[in-house]
């Protein structure tokens, strides 16, 4: 039984144009191979796209407005929803851009930690995008391989804070936890795993002649397109720009680990769907290299700085000025200096840039989030005219795009 | 008397600052400390204004005319290696100085550091688009209209981006609350059912502490469901989990837990 | 020739069940509940993953499906903006009767953290909700848990009689 309301029903899915034989087909906002909410308006000569305008801000949650209203510490968890893939990487550039402004200097067994975390986070972050792409290309099993991996690494970063999805794992300054006994073993013995896995999925896609049709010379991106458009991370090194942040602005212990940067001059859909696969690989060297180092770290986990970050738990619960530090710190905030920064760091989406302008109050003054996925949806402006219905869906695939990062 | 809370920037504000407080600086240095920074400056201002430069955090700050945007990118992308627009926006100061700044976030791959380009504009200027140098700014300028109604000269496509066509009130401004206007509550209920409407749904609940212990209709507790609209303030039944009906259910097989496996190693 | 004589009720020798369309109905509806795949936010990986290898949905006969006419639960996973709320209820509306809600996470119930001018407080202001799963993200157990309270409840309404409209709020 229907309740009355006032949406007309109109066919807006489809318009027909009689006079020049033009059709106007409407995608989203909910459609299942859409990534989340994104809606494209595409203007189509019989089955070629002539025109797209992509319509976006279907999850606008006003997260920059937030900020604005939070105490920076506050803001962490928010920061989560962000590229919810991959949580905490968002924490992590968060952290970073704070740390910088107030000039920290995190303890190096946090930094470990903090490695660790951000590297299993891509892994997630690229297995999620392999098992979405597959499945909507039509490789269910792919979906379900890819899925079954990624547990195992939420399994791990559950084990270390608690949450599957939403991790709000690192804090500004360090982080809040050490690692619980096993995980190290644990991960080890997935990492040893995971080249078979990968190994699977490729047996399986590589040479695949569906998958080939419909990623190979499919949503080639020449290099002056990405750099226009303001592309990063893997949407442009498969365009043939060798620019991985952690190689070249190197961050955290990203200078003392031992990784290629993997790129492909092609800038189609293959091309992509490649990179990722090796920068599995790449990851999973840069993790086992960073297990090695955590090992014989001095215990420290969150920097000492009494005017910006909480002491230990043990000594807020012995010393009184550290209770009464405490206490300041959670009730009031810190109160970063005065000054602005710009952070970018290399997300598993690409850059993701934290610009903070601190007016010297507890609340930042302004913080604007640049999600990489923002650009990547913008291209598509450009990039679908030319292609057919079919190749919309393995485009958006492969420009990863997650919508909390889009409209924040 | 009422507590004064000011219109032009209503958001949330530190409820107490000791007087004595001085905020400190994040430090700035000079632009001839690092040479590359210098011979970019050096271009800029062989042709431009430049009202301050500095470095800091290791990226250099050029503040800049508004009308000279346009040609200032212009000179960083083509002869500067600035390749890329990595960001862009806009901060409120009206409050303040009655001023919008708009920032240019660069990049150069090249050279790999990073200039910042600010410039400031009055709330009724617009600016020049540059979206003829960099194709990203298409959207960042859409973006910055939407938050701020900052106006765009020369722009293929001024629209909102993220909020809905028919919004009103430009969200990220100062005088814009987090909470929204009159406006906003209501909009998916205007919109849906009508104004009408209003009263039966009713406004929406914003307070995020509340929690009526005793409301039986809207909310049950995991192991402590009663029936709809039950009265529990005089203490209530306690129902244990049940994933199926005590006597089992037809045609499907009975849940048993003593024949469940329970697998202790996730990773087997 | 001898008379042989069946008590086909009592011996179990009658070849069908006896019960009441209700149940059959009902258990027919319980068991294949499809599922229109909403997710909007971070809530919809958990329901995805909940379709996936590791929690495998389709044991509760439930499948997802693409389009609303197909489907008879929507589980609204995730934040719904106001620019977004005119499209849930215009699908809810295409949806076939019978059909339930399950809002899936705090954003869907309440509004969760995004106490914002962009965020709807609440999916219960726009369409009718059945059951509400507390949690950000509700782990994949708690949304199987909340598909098992639905079948409880399908099994105890009365199959026969068309659906009353249900209230919003
Ligand atoms: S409830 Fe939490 S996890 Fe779910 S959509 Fe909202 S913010 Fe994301």
Known sequence: ?408 | ?268 | MAQHQVNYLKDGGLPVALTTIDKVVNWGRSNSIWALTYGLACCGIEMMASGASRYDFDRFGTIFRASPRQAELMIVAGTLTKKHAEFIRRLYDQMTEPKWVISMGSCANTGGMFNTYATVQGVDRVIPVDLYLPGCAPRPETLQYAVMMLQQKIRKEPASRAQKPKRLM
């Open chain 2, 1 to 268: 008397m009422r507590a004064y809370t000011p219109k032009d920037n209503v958001q949330k504000k530190s409820y107490y600052t000791d007087r004595f407080w001085v905020a400190p600086q994040v430090a700035k240095s000079a632009v001839s400390d690092d040479a590359v920074f210098a011979a970019d400056l050096d271009a800029i201002k062989a042709k431009f204004d430049v009202l301050d430069a500095y470095i800091q955090v290791d990226q250099m700050v050029v503040v800049i005319h508004a009308n000279d945007n346009y040609a200032v990118l212009e000179l960083l992308k083509n002869e500067r290696e600035y390749t890329q627009l990595s960001e862009m926006s806009a901060i409120d100061w009206l409050a303040t100085e009655g001023k919008f700044e708009i920032f240019y976030q660069m990049l150069s791959m090249a050279k790999r550091k990073r200039v910042r380009i600010k410039c400031k504009i009055d709330e009724k200027e617009a600016i020049q688009s540059v979206e003829k140098l960099f194709r990203c700014a298409d959207w960042s300028e859409r973006e910055m209209y939407d938050m701020f109604g900052v106006v765009v000269n020369n722009h293929p496509f001024m629209k909102r981006i993220l909020m809905p066509d028919d919004w009103e009130g430009f969200p990220l401004r100062k005088t814009y609350p987090l909470q929204g206007d009159e406006f906003a509550a209501w909009y998916e209920v205007d919109k849906i059912f009508g104004k009408e409407a209003r009263e039966i749904i009713g406004p929406e609940n914003r307070d995020p502490a509340r929690i009526d212990r005793y409301d039986t209709k809207r909310f049950a507790r995991l192991g402590h469901e009663v029936p709809f609209g039950t009265d529990i303030s005089q203490g209530e039944p306690d129902t244990p989990l049940v994933y199926q009906e005590q006597k089992g259910v037809f045609m499907v097989d009975k849940f048993d837990t003593q024949k469940s496996v329970v697998i202790s190693d996730r990773h087997r």
């Open chain 1, 1 to 408: 039984m229907q309740q009355a309301n006032r949406l007309r029903p109109f066919f807006e899915n489809i318009t027909f144009d009689r006079v020049d034989n033009e059709m106007v087909l409407n995608f989203g906002p909910q459609h299942p191979s859409s990534h989340g909410q994104l809606r494209l308006m595409l203007h189509m000569q019989q089955e070629q796209i002539t025109k797209a305008h992509p319509d976006i801000g279907y999850l606008h949650r006003g997260m920059e407005k937030m900020a604005e209203n939070m105490i920076y510490n506050e803001f962490m968890p928010t920061t989560d929803r962000m590229d919810y893939i991959a949580s905490s990487s968002n924490n992590y550039g968060f952290a970073l851009a704070v740390e910088k402004l107030i000039g920290l200097e995190v303890p190096r067994r946090a930094k470990v930690i903090r490695m660790l975390l951000l590297e299993i986070n891509r892994l997630m972050s690229h297995l999620f995008w392999l098992a979405t792409t597959a499945l909507d290309i039509g490789a269910m099993t792919v979906f379900l391989y890819a899925f079954r991996e990624r547990e195992y690494l939420m399994d791990l970063v559950e084990d270390y804070c608690g949450a599957r999805l939403t991790h709000a794992a690192i804090r500004i300054g360090g982080v809040p936890l050490d690692l619980p006994d096993n995980f190290i073993t644990d991960l080890r013995k997935f990492l040893d795993k995971l080249p078979a896995n990968i190994k699977d999925y490729e047996d399986l896609l590589d040479k695949n002649r569906v998958w080939l049709m419909r990623m190979e010379n499919v949503g080639v991106i020449s290099k002056e397109m990405a750099l226009s458009w303001g592309c990063s991370g893997v949407m442009l090194r498969a365009s043939g720009v060798q620019w991985d942040i952690r190689k070249e602005e190197p961050y955290e212990l990203y200078d003392e680990v031992e990784f290629n940067v993997p790129v492909s001059d092609k800038g189609d859909n293959y091309a992509r769907y490649k990179l990722y696969m090796a920068e599995m690989r790449e990851s999973a060297k840069i993790l086992y290299q960073v297990a090695d180092m955590y090992e014989g770290t001095p215990t420290e986990l969150m920097a000492h700085a009494p005017q910006y970050i909480s002491a230990p738990k043990l000594d807020i619960m012995t010393q009184n000025y550290a209770l009464m530090q405490h206490f300041v710190l959670v009730t009031q905030g810190m109160r970063p200096p005065v000054g602005e920064v710009y952070v970018p760091t290399e997300s598993p989406k690409g850059e993701l840039g934290f610009y903070i302008n601190s007016q010297g109050g507890p609340y930042p003054y302004r913080l604007k989030l640049r999600g990489p996925s923002f650009w990547h949806t913008g291209i598509l402006t450009d990039l679908l005219p030319g292609h057919y219905i079919p190749d919309v869906v393995s485009i958006i695939g492969t420009t990863n795009i997650v919508f909390g990062e889009v409209d924040r």
